[in-house]
């Protein structure tokens, strides 16, 4: 796992993608920042990480069009998978590359919290709740992405496939508060990732939040060792 | 040492790989011969664990491939047809990464020196995969394969894509690693697979029309009793003596190269070797001969005497070769 880790690490690095998506981090989260917080004077920023959720969810696609996507065009997949590795350690280190790249860029919205801690008091409980809720959905986000990559060869098709699938994913309380059937609607409700996401957004730490959060990553992760394991018996 | 018995392996209604059945000594080369499409790479994709099979058993060092895939692939390097290099990396970093991948314990520097010494890789580790010509790339491929020092090499056709002097050295190579280590290749090419391999194991349609060691199968696919020349003088008067040769069957005259100059296709009765009284029937008339060659056999040609060839009869082959000719006929 070390050695997929490091190679896809680094190869964010090699490439521009690495450094884009954290300069969009940073840029969108400052700009937020200013425009949310700074202009009106105030100390709540719950609006720059909302806002950073939205980039987010269409943001990380970029960084994980290219996991899986990119080794079945180079024909590299053959090398992956005839090496005596473990599928699921081959897609737990793809996912924490991308994870700790998402991360990279995710830990800047920690310091805009000191930046206002030097002139009011501020309400870390609110900015912690968010950040984890952040760091949450960013795993979410990376591992709906790398399970997209997988099935295609085309990075343009896994880019568009994920931001689909993390739209879904954040709209389902939208679906949920449409459908008339009480039954469905509740299960929806249960499972929806904004409404989970919200409850850490006011502060609350919710175990029961963060383990809905690592459970949806570890069906991604699933499934995407399914997909690899399924083209061996296609 | 690999065993692969009653492999099978189905898309749908069509069978890639149909029944096939082999082994592989250790310190074997075995050359995996025939035409694109035959299933070679798909028998080697199972082998290696990339695909499975859909029935039959592929055992490496008598681990089976699908029951214990990680001890299994710890046994092989693999040179896919299409080298899995990521072009964005250094062949240092490559080949770096290929080493922690597989777990290597060997010394790492000296290991990876040594191989890219075998593979002459020396002067272009520091340069980027993707900087590299097709011929180089091929040898990074190969060292990948090589790393960890695996006991089975699987090679699929590994001189594709490199100049006769790289061809030369890859064959000398690999010839070296089949002492002491089990290695299969594929190539569609007859003199490439006679030239390198100890076993000979064709392959059409998915099926094995031929399973030999390579001085056997050689002598039965050998075409000295078919001759290609170039003799200087009256082709009427040539013709007629060449047909007055013992054993000759048949003789055509070809295409005229020169002005006292023709072509002449000789065959005669098969497993006889008619050149010698050939040379001196001409020299005693004092026709020069300014070429004689082998007509050697094309790939189907191969195909069509392994198929139909009564050294290879007996019942079953019989079957198939019915089989075979069927299929040939839709075409």
């Known amino acids: 796992m070390g050695a997929i880790l490091k190679r896809e690490f680094s190869a964010y690095f090699r490439s521009p993608i690495g450094y884009v998506f954290i300069a969009i981090s940073f840029l969108f ?8 917080t700074l202009s009106v004077g105030g100390t709540d920023v719950s609006m720059v990480f909302l806002g950073m959720f939205y980039v987010y969810m269409v943001f ?5 069009m290219r996991l899986m996507a990119d080794e079945n065009k180079m024909r590299t997949d053959q090398l992956l998978l005839t090496a005596p590795i473990g599928l699921m350690k081959l897609v737990f280190g793809k996912f924490l590359a991308a994870y700790i790249v998402f991360m990279l860029g995710d830990i800047v919205m920690l310091s805009y919290g000191v930046v206002l801690g030097c002139f009011v008091t501020v309400n870390w409980a609110l900015i912690l709740g968010n950040f984890t809720a952040l760091a949450l959905i960013g795993g979410v986000f990376v591992s709906a992405g790398l399970f997209i990559s997988s099935l295609t060869e085309s990075q343009m098709v896994a880019a568009v496939g994920s931001i ?4 879904a994913l954040a709209l389902i309380n939208v679906v949920a508060s449409v459908i008339p059937v009480k039954f469905i609607s509740d299960i929806l409700k249960d499972i929806s990732v904004f409404d989970r996401y919200s409850e850490f957004t006011t502060g609350i730490f919710s175990l029961g939040g963060v383990v809905f959060f690592l459970s949806v990553i570890a069906v991604f992760l699933f499934v995407t060792v399914r997909v690899l394991e399924r083209r061996r018996w296609a | 040492m690999i065993e692969v018995r009653g492999l099978t392996k189905s898309y749908g209604s069509k069978k890639a790989v149909d029944n096939i059945s082999f082994t592989a000594e250790d310190g074997q080369v075995l050359g995996f011969l025939g035409p694109n499409g035959a299933g070679k790479s798909t028998t080697m994709n199972i082998l290696t664990g990339y695909i499975s099979s859909t029935e039959g058993q592929a055992l490496i060092n008598g681990v089976d491939i699908l029951e214990d895939p990680i001890k299994a692939k710890s046994f ?3 040179l896919p047809e299409m080298p899995p290099l990521y072009f964005d990396m250094t062949v240092n970093e490559y080949l770096d990464f290929v080493y922690s991948l597989k777990k290597c314990k060997l010394p790492k520097k000296s290991h990876l020196n040594e191989i890219c010494e075998i593979v002459k890789l020396e002067d272009v580790r520091k340069r980027l995969i993707k900087n590299l010509s097709k011929g180089y790339k091929q040898r990074v491929g190969f060292a990948q394969a090589l790393v960890g020092n695996p006991k089975v090499l699987i090679l699929d056709e590994p001189t594709v894509g490199l100049d006769p002097k790289q061809i030369i050295e890859i064959r000398t190579l690999i010839k070296r690693l089949g002492r002491n280590h089990t290695v299969i290749l ?8 006679q030239a390198v391999c100890d076993r000979i194991v064709v392959i059409n349609k998915g099926r094995i029309v031929a399973n030999d060691n390579a001085d056997s199968l050689a002598r039965n696919l050998s075409a000295d009793h078919k001759l290609v020349m170039q003799i200087d003088g009256a082709s009427e008067e040539i013709s007629k003596l060449l047909s007055s040769v013992p054993d000759v069957e048949r003789v055509f005259v070809g295409r005229q190269i020169d002005e006292k100059v023709w072509e002449y296709h000789i065959e005669a009765k098969e497993g006889t070797d008619i050149r010698r009284d050939i040379f001196r029937k001409l020299a005693s008339r004092n026709y020069p001969i300014l070429m004689m060659k082998s007509n050697e056999l094309s790939l189907e040609e191969v195909f069509l005497k392994l198929t139909t060839g009564d050294e290879y009869g007996g019942a079953e082959k019989t079957a198939e070769r019915f089989d075979l000719l069927e299929k040939g006929g839709d075409k």
């Open chain 2, 76 to 78: 092989i390097g693999y």
């Open chain 1, 60 to 64: 990380v696609p970029v960084l994980t």
């Open chain 2, 186 to 193: 594929s190539s569609h090419i007859l003199p490439e697979v």
């Open chain 1, 29 to 36: 989260s400052g700009a937020f920042f200013w425009l949310f």
């Open chain 1, 164 to 167: 689909g699938v993390n739209v």
